[in-house]
């Protein structure tokens, strides 16, 4: 559904939507993805690699290689376009991008944090944070001991610091904590992330809000089916589920008393664009849901590129990008480790 962005929007950001559509062509298809699960070894993957975009970062790279080698210089890739892409981008596109690391952001911060109280080296975390999600003083969030010290000394100056409001107490830092840290920041993020897109308006409007309320979606089952079994009381669990989305508020209220997967799967069923999802699974098998939901999500980012004049491909081609990524670290540990049988279990083909 086009407003008048069709009049404008070639002025400002014509350029850079063509760049991720040209882009967008060199994701890898089923018949690349079927090419690599042949592989006998990880240098195998390598010169199937070497032949699409991803040759110019693996081409050097010496043998013996190593799945962490692969996923770093692939990783490479995405953050080279994602700079070039911010380089080019003027307002509001540019915010639009800087939100769409908030996530990682999080994520590093978690990870930073989680290292830190595990006493691991603060040099070897900063190596495994993602480079989408780095900031300056990053380095500096191993010294605080409880949330408060966390906001006060390190992230008052990030853009994370809006969202610290919620889950700013003086309890000190443990793993129960640090999780609900988690799940406070990406439920403020992914709100103001939805409420900057309904502001934009358009298409960009409509296309975000729906693939920002199956990530909030997702989030809420992933919430309930996690927290099963654990000290987190059913108002605790409703307090992390986000205030939008196709399960808000009534699904959110069945979720929060669920004891068991089935009890989730029961709740799912009764919303039709997640029964088709749950009808995949078989009873006791909720291992599998992840894969079912990545299915779902790369569905919806596909369908993002049908439409022009709005700021979702942008979004769509990283979280593509991404998949890939997580697919190329699947299929090399599980040729890495000799267990070709399982290759395919894991892998969600994007074309």
């Not at 969030?141 to 906001?151: P, T």
């Not at 793993?175 to 993020?189: G, P």
């Not at 939901?293 to 942008?314: D, K």
């Amino acid at each position: 559904m086009y407003g008048w962005e069709m009049l404008s929007f070639n002025i400002h950001d014509g350029f850079l939507e063509a760049i991720v559509r040209g882009n967008r062509s060199g994701l890898l298809t089923a018949a690349d993805y079927n090419n690599l699960c042949q592989c006998e070894n990880l240098d195998d993957v390598k010169m199937h690699l070497t032949a699409t975009e991803y040759g110019p970062y693996l081409q050097n790279e010496p043998s013996p290689l190593h799945t962490t080698t692969i996923v770093e210089k692939c990783t490479l890739k995405l953050v080279d376009e994602y700079k070039h892409m911010m380089c080019q981008a003027t307002e509001p596109l540019s915010t639009f991008l800087q939100y769409i690391t908030y996530g990682h952001m999080i994520d590093n911060v978690v990870l930073i944090v989680t290292g830190t109280l595990h006493e691991r080296d603060v040099n070897e975390l900063l190596e495994k944070c993602h480079p989408l999600g780095m900031f300056d003083s990053i380095a500096s969030l191993a010294v605080a001991q409880n949330m408060r010290e966390l906001y006060r000394l390190v992230l008052v100056d990030t853009p994370l610091a809006p969202y610290f409001s919620e889950c700013i107490t003086s309890e000190d830092l443990d793993d129960m904590n640090i999780e609900i840290m988690r799940n406070t920041l990406y439920k403020a993020y992914l709100e103001d992330f939805y409420k900057f897109c309904e502001k934009l308006g358009g298409a960009t409007a409509e296309i975000m809000c729906d693939l920002l309320s199956f990530e909030a979606d997702r989030r809420a089952v992933n919430i309930t089916i996690n927290s099963i079994g654990t000290e987190l009381t059913r108002d605790d669990r409703r307090k992390l589920y986000s205030n939008f989305g196709l399960l808000y508020p009534y699904g959110h209220e069945e979720l929060a008393v669920c004891e068991d997967v089935d009890q989730v799967r029961g709740v799912m069923e009764k919303y039709p664009p997640y029964q088709a999802i749950f009808a995949k699974i078989s009873y006791g098998e909720s291992q599998m849901l992840d894969k079912a939901f990545y299915e779902e999500e790369v569905r919806r980012l596909c369908l993002s590129f049908e439409q022009q004049f709005h700021y979702a491909v942008f979004f769509a081609y990283i979280r593509l990008r991404e998949q890939e990524i997580r697919n190329f670290m699947w299929i090399s540990e599980c040729v890495a480790q000799n267990q070709k049988n399982r290759v395919h279990d894991s892998v969600v083909f994007i074309f």
